[in-house]
């Protein structure tokens, strides 16, 4: 059966799942949108965790390669990454390969997202755990050191878990962040929740009925996400004295 002209169709009939709603297609791209985020930020959580302890206790030429590393990704806009991978990075590849009698490569939309993303996360979480390490009492460190406590024993039992409460708060307005940040996706043409509130729109015109759902779904997202995290890091801070009383 054809579908009526959208404007002879209600917003709840243009939300929903039938042969005439766009529901599918915006779930579908929530859901890209939480897989790429996902994504992103548990690669940025390795680079962050790699990262911050180089900086801290590496040697001169590693602490001067991270330092470049956090400097130039936190001063270029995550656009201008997403474009150069995507584009340019992939250009350069498949000339080297067609110049090597290999054929042409295409790199998946969802991978550029989930490395480019990642490597900006990286970079931030770099700075936020470093901080979260560096906050950890000097006199707590010394005391285990004087007890002969092995490094790995001292990371495990005081360095890592007074690290996550110090940089729990940081580490989730880079999730945050990382939620909101798929949307860029949408210039490489990634069907991320964006991308296809765009589409149902374009298609509808229906302009004031899928943007409003479509900031209604990232709001879903931030206040779970808040709420677990607040679960989370009343969990990491179990045992230490409330600064707010």
């Known amino acids: 059966m054809a579908c009526p002209p959208p404007s002879q169709i209600s917003a709840l009939?243009?939300?929903?799942?039938?042969?005439?709603?766009?529901?599918?297609s915006l779930v579908w791209g929530l859901g890209?949108?939480?897989?790429?985020?996902?994504?992103?930020?548990?690669l940025g959580f390795l680079i962050g965790i790699g990262g911050a302890f180089g900086k801290l206790y590496g040697g001169p030429i590693l602490k001067?390669?991270?330092?470049?590393?956090?400097t130039l990704v936190r001063a270029v806009p995550e656009l201008v990454l997403i474009l150069i991978l995507f584009y340019a990075?992939?250009?350069?590849?498949?000339?080297?390969?067609?110049?090597w009698g290999y054929d042409?490569?295409?790199?998946?939309?969802?991978?550029?997202?989930?490395?480019?993303?990642?490597?900006v996360q990286g970079a931030y979480q770099t700075e936020v755990i470093r901080g979260g390490i560096l906050a950890v009492p000097v006199g707590q460190l010394e005391a285990a050191r004087a007890m002969g406590m092995p490094s790995l024993t001292m990371a495990r039992r005081i360095t890592l878990p007074q690290m996550a409460a110090n940089a729990l708060p940081g580490l989730a307005n880079l999730w945050l962040n990382a939620t909101k940040d798929t949307a860029l996706l949408a210039v490489i043409g990634f069907s991320e929740l964006t991308r296809a509130t765009s589409s149902?729109?374009?298609?509808?015109?229906a302009f004031f009925v899928f943007y409003p759902a479509a900031m209604a779904l990232y709001l879903i997202i931030s206040l779970t996400s808040t709420l677990l995290i607040g679960r989370i890091e009343k969990w990491a801070r179990r045992g230490q004295r409330d600064v707010r009383t």
């Open 200 to 205: 149902a729109s374009a298609s509808t015109k």
């Open 13 to 24: 009939e243009l939300l929903g799942f039938g042969e005439c709603g766009w529901g599918i």
């Open 32 to 42: 890209n949108s939480i897989v790429i985020a996902l994504g992103a930020y548990s």
């Open 89 to 99: 990075f992939t250009g350069a590849l498949n000339e080297i390969l067609l110049s």
């Open 64 to 70: 001067d390669l991270l330092a470049a590393y956090t």
């Open 104 to 119: 042409r490569i295409e790199i998946s939309p969802i991978v550029t997202g989930i490395v480019v993303l990642g490597l």
